[in-house]
């Protein structure tokens, strides 16, 4: 108001529209690019980018672009009204925030002692969706369907501390082809008595986490 300046509205003002969209074919025919930018966005890719912001003017009548699936369909002084659709080329689909809506955890069942180390059974949980209600559901990862486990993303972490406390070995084991993980100690630790401490993560939730405590015998080598 101070400068007699209007605020950069992208909709309602006819006579901003109008300058921006001139501003937009001179950027189109320069192929218009920010120094700034200038390595990571090529000249053609600039001019496509200027083309389809006018051609998206010349079809909606503003420069308010989105970036989900909705669009600004009218407007008023009182209102505004959103348009939605279903954009298949969206690379994320129904779903793919529940694991912050939705925290699911895992839990070792079963630990068996082999040759070079640990190998972990294990359960997640998954989500099961009804209406708009949902139950979360503990289930052996080797019965979870294949596409929502590979959603779900499960991995072992652990930690490996000697007799005295101090941490020997640390790491991450994602599961094998018989869907266990595994955990190789014979030959990365000296001989001794350790405590392997692990936790089966579902999408890199970490909170309240379920740690399986699990003593070790490291023999001498022969």
């Known amino acids: 108001m101070r400068r007699g300046i209007e605020w950069l509205d992208l909709v309602r ?3 901003l529209n109008t300058r921006i969209a001139a501003l937009v074919d001179q950027f189109e025919r320069q192929a218009f690019r920010p120094e700034s930018l200038q390595s990571l966005v090529s000249a053609d890719e600039a001019r496509k980018r200027w083309t389809a912001l006018a051609a998206f003017y010349r079809s909606y009548g503003h420069f308010l672009v989105t970036n989900g699936p909705y669009q600004l369909k009218s407007w008023s002084g009182e209102s505004a009204t959103l348009e939605v659709f279903r954009d ?5 689909g129904v ?8 925290p699911r955890r895992g839990y070792i069942t079963r630990v068996d002692r082999q040759d070079r180390g640990l190998r972990l059974s294990a359960e997640i949980e998954i989500v099961m969706k009804f209406m708009r209600d949902y139950q979360i559901a503990r289930q052996p990862i080797q019965l979870v369907d294949a596409t929502v486990r590979k959603r779900a993303a499960p991995e072992c972490r652990y930690v490996v501390v000697d007799a005295e406390g101090q941490v020997a070995l640390a790491g991450v084991s994602p599961p094998g082809e018989d869907l266990r993980f595994g955990i190789e100690l014979d030959g990365r630790l000296p001989a001794g008595q350790y405590t392997v401490m692990a936790e089966i993560l ?4 970490a909170m309240n986490s379920e740690i399986k405590r699990i003593p070790v015998v490291i023999g001498a080598k022969p």
């Open 202 to 205: 579902v999408n890199g939730n």
């Open 95 to 102: 779903g793919s925030f529940d694991s912050y809506a939705m």
């Open 13 to 15: 003002s006819e006579d």
């Open 88 to 92: 298949l080329s969206y690379p994320l």
